[in-house]
């Protein structure tokens, strides 16, 4: 069974950190690149951070760069996403997913397999 499964969401004050992970099973990880996104109720889906394994350098979104930072272990099928500097803006369920076009993406469009979410709430 393909799935990916998010884990380390949780409610932590303005200022803290968390760190999420995806974990992956059924597919062939290395050949898909990874992505974060999340999203509020009422809102579209925001692109967080993208990573593939090509040797492409990760990238963000402007409202995360410099505090967030994406990482993965191919070997584990696992992404993750540390999460520093944490404001209530950044307050939203945050989504892990795979895409199969190797470079990475920021559009939620171009990733075609997605976890259940796991809910990050900042209060200050």
């Known amino acids: 069974q393909v799935q990916l499964v998010e884990s380390g969401g949780g409610l932590v004050q303005a200022g803290g950190s968390l760190r999420l992970t995806c974990a992956a099973s059924g597919l062939a990880f290395s050949t898909y690149s990874m992505g974060w996104f999340r999203q509020v109720p009422g809102k579209e889906r925001e692109f967080v951070a993208t990573i593939n394994w090509t040797g492409s350098t990760p990238y963000y979104g402007d409202s995360v760069k410099g505090r967030f930072t994406i990482s993965g272990e191919s070997a584990k099928n696992k992404v993750y996403l540390q999460m520093n500097g944490l404001k209530p803006d950044d307050t939203a369920v945050y989504y892990c997913?795979?895409?199969?076009?190797?470079?990475?993406?920021?559009?939620?469009?171009?990733?075609?397999?997605w976890g259940q979410g796991t809910q990050v709430t900042v209060f200050s």
């Open positions: 997913a795979a895409s199969p076009y190797p470079s990475g993406s920021d559009k939620a469009t171009d990733f075609g397999l």
